[in-house]
């Protein structure tokens, strides 16, 4: 107990004493010597201070420098954020134009898949149309290969049968897919008389034979004249003469032979489809002619060339 209040009063005394002079202050430097009158108690208070200063020193740097980080980054983040915000309105905006084009692109990949498809259509309906063409040239081109033939045929046959005629008197010839009988005037006919003579009979006999075992066979009757001009109390001119022969011509066939009237046609060509030239004798008697026209039923291929 004596020595701690002898303690307690050298402490009291000593800065009691120190208390007039002064001591360097916190963070100054130490002095290099120490004064001798100065008790160890106070040394170690002294130097205990002096690592509070050091250590407070030490902490106000930190502070500093961590005021200077915060800055730091206080500055960083607010760059960032926009840099962030600018990014975001960056993506929005280039979002919106990708959605854009995209939108565009499928619009137009539509639009050619619509029009992919009609062509598409087209092309098979095209296809199919010429598929029927195909066909139908191709029974077009039977029917007539089928037409020829039997023009060929009913051409050798009338020849044959007709073989005791004179060349002058009639012909036969094929032309444009049909057999042509020419029987002249003077065959037929009397000048200015539509009356047919009995060496006419003939022949129109030996024609109706083959015509009446031919049924698919159509029968034009055409009348022809030279173009010199006449006037009878019958007939006025020549168109009407021409008409009047191939009429004479059809009856007889109609009622002496009985071929069916909806096979026979009769036309009056009168002198406006000369064979030859009128300037001779031997053209206008060419052309003084009644020609009777044979051609195979076309009913299938006129069906075909309508439906086409």
Known sequence: MKTFKLIVASVIISLGLFSCK??????????AKVPFYMPKIVQNVIDE?????????????????????????????????????????????????????????????KQKSEELKKKSDELIAKEKLLEERESSLFQLKKDIAHRDSITARLNNILRKALLGFKSDELS????????????????????????????????????????NKNPDIDILVEGHTDNLPIKTPIYKDNWDLSAARAISIVRILTNEYKITPTRLTASGRGEFSPKASNATS????????????????????MKLLKTK
């Open 22 to 31: 002064p001591i360097y202050k916190c963070g100054e430097a130490k002095p």
């Open 49 to 109: 201070r002096d690592s509070l200063c050091t250590t407070l020193s030490s902490r106000n740097n930190d502070i500093y420098n961590l005021k200077n980080d915060t800055t730091n980054l206080i500055a960083d983040i607010k760059r960032l954020k926009k840099e962030y915000r600018d990014l975001l309105t960056d993506n929005n905006t280039k979002s919106e134009q990708f959605s854009l084009a995209l939108k565009q692109k499928s619009d137009e990949l």
């Open 172 to 211: 036969v010839e094929i032309k444009d897919g049909k057999v042509y009988v020419s029987l002249s005037e003077k065959l037929l006919f009397k000048s200015g008389s539509a009356a047919v003579e009995a060496k006419g009979i003939e022949a129109i006999n030996v024609l109706a034979d083959v015509l």
């Open 282 to 301: 031997e053209g206008r008697a060419s052309n003084r002619r009644t020609e009777i026209i044979l051609s195979p039923k076309l009913d299938e291929i």
